[in-house]
């Protein structure tokens, strides 16, 4: 089995680092506070089904969904 590197833009870079940031911070918060974490783990939930639903929409909306290309290469033996 192959693996594939494959280089991420800046800009995804940027993103994954700051999502990185806000989930230590938020698992540090949800061990501090197991009460808090469950109201925070709602809420998550919560504003991740409101963004599901909102992309939903647009992509039936507008008809185009976008996917990342995956280039093949050819493998020489």
Do not use: D, N
Not at 51 to 69: D, F, Q, T, W
Request: net charge positive; hydrophobic share 60%; no cysteine.
């Amino acid at each position: 089995m192959e693996a594939e590197q494959i280089s991420l833009p800046s800009w995804a870079r940027t993103l994954a680092v700051i999502v990185g940031v806000f989930s230590l911070i938020a698992g540090f918060f949800v061990l501090a506070f197991p009460g808090l974490g469950v109201l925070f783990v709602v809420f998550l939930l919560g504003f991740a089904l409101v963004m599901l639903g909102a992309e939903r929409i647009a992509v039936g909306i507008s008809g185009h969904i976008y996917r990342v290309k995956r280039q093949e290469q050819a493998k020489t033996a």
